[in-house]
């Protein structure tokens, strides 16, 4: 720790005018490990500008998402909690959902917020609206994300596939809602890409969404100075349902509608990267790029293009399996996070505690109870310090991580993966076990050749949900 704070010292008194980084972090929704090439050699999809990204960072090759699925995973990237601690215990919210994110609870928004930094959200927000059972879009959207932290919101409430369909700005609509659209059926299925049916905003089009989050995204980083230190938060549409490609990205990739809709993704990073170096901000931006879990990415859809969207890994989003919530993960930070790979077990909580190191400004007792900082990690190469992480499915299915080894409380996905559940059978393991150094895709179960280990992790697993908090 000693070593870690003279590096960080001796950053402070190479930056001027501003000592405290700045943090964008991009959360694409439902990119899979496998789609980047600097993750999977053998990738249908071509994603330059994320390649490049990835040789100027520390690409992690052990990080995950606290969920199988999208809203307790964004609970958890801001709060430094898993999101089963508080209200929502499985499953994701709806676009009319009320606020999940409890009031008074500190997120790096506030945190960073209170120590000197604008702050902004641009994106897919899907942690609820108001307090009511119901959000009322024609009233102001409060509590929203500007009473979590951030001084100025624009996006869309939840999925791109939930209604209502219209960009908010702050605490109310940018257009009023005029109308209603019918359903659309998956890509995969001969559609125009899946939506549900609901409300619509005068002017609103699917396929607009992300290039306006991303003009949006780039005005903000345009205005910004060496003066003040920032923090955006940049939650991505895509490439999530629906697959919408703008004309420039169609038949980009060999991976369909689905792989165009990554090529599209991948330039709107580059064009992040592009913006903070013409600013000259570049060289203080620590820019983070992950995914809020695994990819939708069928069996069918490797059979039809060839394309392992998860890579080798077991299951595919919301699942308990590797493929549900082991992600990308890039950090870079030119000059002070050397370039390379890192084994360091890492959770999408420990993002909180890791901005707050390398910023320098601690996180205190209150808050943040799964938040595991890897600062130390990025500058000074140090072994990572979790040393284990629980995983959670779409359904509720627990899994816990120590070491190589993973238990899972059930038998099944626990997901969108056949089948999800299975009733185990009178002398048959009740549970599963794996060893993920010797067995990395999950396909041997060592519940009844080492029952010793599945009973200590499985008490380990009750004692740190018992204890409120796996933050030392």
């Not at 998402?65 to 964004?74: A, E, K, L």
């Not at 969404?209 to 205005?223: D, F, H, N, R, T």
């Not at 380990?460 to 018992?466: C, G, N, S």
Request: proline content about 7%.
């Amino acid at each position: 720790m000693v070593l870690f704070s003279m590096l960080l010292g001796a950053m402070a008194s190479t930056h001027a005018p501003s000592v405290k980084p700045n943090f964008v972090v991009i959360l694409a929704d439902d990119m899979g490990w496998g789609d980047l090439g600097a993750y999977n050699a053998a990738s249908r999809i071509p994603t330059p500008r994320m390649d490049q990204m990835a040789r100027e960072s520390r690409r992690f090759l052990d990080a995950h998402s606290p969920s199988g699925v999208c809203t307790p995973t964004r609970y958890g990237l801001l709060t430094g909690r898993y999101s089963w601690r508080g209200k929502l215990k499985s499953g994701v919210l709806q676009g009319y959902s009320p606020a999940l994110i409890e009031p008074g609870r500190p997120t790096l928004a506030s945190h960073l917020k209170a120590n000197g930094y604008s702050t902004c959200c641009v994106g897919k927000w899907h942690l609820g609206l108001q307090d009511g059972e119901k959000t009322d879009f024609a009233k102001p959207l409060t509590p929203g994300p500007l009473d979590v932290g951030f001084d100025r919101y624009f996006g869309i409430s939840a999925s791109l596939d939930m209604p209502p369909y219209v960009f908010l700005e702050n605490r109310g609509l940018k257009t009023p809602l005029a109308g209603t659209i019918g359903a659309s059926k998956m890509r995969r299925e001969g559609g125009g890409g899946f939506w549900r049916a609901g409300a619509l905003g005068e002017g609103f089009t699917h396929e607009g969404v992300l290039p306006e989050l991303q003009k949006q995204a780039i005005g903000y980083l345009s205005a910004q100075t060496k003066e003040q230190p920032f923090f955006l938060y940049f939650p991505l549409t895509g490439p999530h349902t629906p697959w919408m490609p703008t004309p420039e990205f169609r038949g980009k990739s060999q991976a369909g509608w689905y792989g165009d809709f990554v090529c599209q993704v991948d330039s709107l990073v580059g064009s992040v990267l592009d913006t903070l170096k013409a600013r000259g901000l570049d060289d203080n931006t620590v820019v983070i790029l992950t995914s809020d879990n695994g990819a939708h990415w069928l069996a069918k859809d490797i059979a039809q293009f060839g394309h392992l969207s998860n890579a080798s890994w077991r299951g595919q989003k919301a699942d308990i399996h590797e493929g549900g919530h082991r992600i990308p993960m890039l950090v870079r930070w030119p000059g002070k996070v050397a370039p390379g790979t890192s084994d360091a077990l890492f959770c999408l909580t420990d993002i909180a505690a890791t901005c707050s190191e390398l910023a320098g400004i601690p996180l205190g007792a209150e808050g943040f109870e799964d938040s595991i900082g890897a600062g130390e990690h990025l500058v000074a190469q140090t072994p990572g310090k979790r040393t284990s992480i629980m995983h959670h499915s779409s359904q509720g299915m627990f899994g816990y991580r120590r070491g190589a080894w993973k238990v899972v409380e059930g038998l099944g996905s626990g997901g969108f993966t056949a089948p999800a559940r299975e009733i185990p059978t009178a002398g048959n393991p009740t549970g599963q076990l794996y060893h993920l150094r010797e067995d990395p895709f999950e396909t041997r179960n060592r519940w009844a050749s080492d029952p010793g280990t599945a009973r200590g992790m499985l008490a380990e697993l009750d004692a740190l949900r018992k204890a409120g908090r796996s933050r030392p």
